[in-house]
T-cell receptor, first 114, second 111 residues
């Protein structure tokens, strides 16, 4: 069964450093998303992406965040200058079409900022 | 007022029991509701989604939406120890991409 994959599973970085989290969405999916979950808190929406554009973003997704689909398979989330409060699980998700209510999540990348 | 509320649990039941998990929501305009299961330190796994009111059944799982009382439920029949996880309810507004999640209910099924 096709699934969303994410790398790395765990990333440790120093405050102020840039990190890139990588995702490979399900191959025939066209909509891509990033969510995060701070330990013990809710899963929160960050951004959705379609046709090489951001289609929706939350207040959390400020100028230090960016997303990119550098090739036909990968989808990345970049955090330019990490802060301690960026420590969280970051989940990538994908769905087939617009308005599709079935978003499939990857296993997540645990980001630890020291 | 929180948009979606869930009892955090933990809810502990014996194997084979019928489990009822519930969420309340605040905005009567919400249309699409989902249930996800999340094992510890894993990604959310989509179980079911429903549109508007009514029931939807898939194997041992039944999702129910009661729009008049703004209540959504997930029933698990013949619960198994492998069902032990955190169950997240979520909704999506028409025309939006973002899912909004509840805080989750932790379920423990005792063998």
């Amino acid at each position: 069964e096709p699934e969303v994959t994410q790398t790395p599973s765990h990333q440790v970085t120093q405050m102020g450093q840039e990190v890139i989290l990588r995702c490979v969405p399900i191959s025939n999916h066209l909509y891509f998303y990033w969510y995060r979950q701070i330990l013990g808190q809710k899963v929160e929406f960050l951004v959705s992406f379609y046709n090489n554009e951001i289609s929706e973003k939350s207040e959390i997704f400020d100028d230090q965040f960016s997303v990119e689909r550098p090739d036909g398979s990968n989808f990345t989330l970049k955090i330019r200058s990490t802060k301690l409060e960026d420590s969280a699980m970051y989940f990538c998700a994908s769905s087939v079409v617009a308005g599709d209510n079935e978003q499939f999540f990857g296993p997540g990348t645990r980001l630890t900022v020291l | 007022q929180k948009e979606v509320e869930q009892d955090p649990g933990p809810l502990s039941v014996p194997e084979g029991a019928i489990v009822s998990l519930n969420c309340t929501y605040s905005n009567s305009a919400f249309q699409y509701f989902m249930w996800y299961r999340q094992y510890s330190r894993k990604g959310p796994e989509l179980l079911m989604y429903t549109y508007s009111s009514g029931n939807k059944e898939d194997g041992r799982f039944t999702a129910q939406v009661d729009k008049s009382s703004k209540y959504i439920s997930l029933f698990i029949r013949d619960s198994q120890p492998s069902d032990s996880a955190t169950y997240l309810c979520a909704y999506k507004d028409t025309g939006r991409r973002a899912l909004t999640f509840g805080s989750g209910t932790r379920l423990q099924v005792q063998p």
